[in-house]
């Protein structure tokens, strides 16, 4: 079992920065991936950044350019570093970690909110 725990969220203005946190316990396959999703009110969740193991990083377009995943590997840690924030970037933002051992293992934090103002 392997829980994940965010941190780091809030509000700020548009244009300003948050760095989220997701810190994982717990024993999880060496070979995952470990990635942010947000859900905005009304829509429904979509990916934003993921990141493995190995460093390979992929991004939505939208936030290209201004969002920054990375991993300790040896903390189990990733953090989500978020510049030049947006309107629509509102969203509560979810860590997620997965991997395969025979079947998906798939599992999610509880989420922290992250507000950007006009």
């Known amino acids: 079992q392997v829980q994940l725990v965010e941190s780091g969220g809030g509000l700020v203005q548009a244009g300003g920065s948050l760095r989220l946190s997701c810190a994982a316990s717990?024993?999880?396959?060496?070979?995952?991936?470990m990635g942010w999703y947000r859900q905005a009110p009304g829509k429904q969740r979509e990916l934003v950044a993921t990141?493995?193991?190995?460093?390979?990083?992929t991004y939505i377009d939208s936030v290209k350019g201004r969002f920054t995943i990375s991993r300790d590997n040896a903390k189990n840690t990733i953090d989500l570093q978020m510049n030049n924030l947006k309107p629509e970037d509102t969203a509560v933002y979810y860590c997620?970690?997965?991997?395969?051992?025979?079947?998906?293992?798939?599992?999610w934090g509880q989420g922290t909110q992250v507000t950007v103002s006009s």
């Open positions: 997620n970690a997965k991997y395969y051992s025979i079947r998906l293992y798939d599992y």
């Open positions: 717990g024993t999880m396959f060496s070979t995952n991936t």
């Open positions: 990141i493995t193991n190995g460093g390979t990083t």
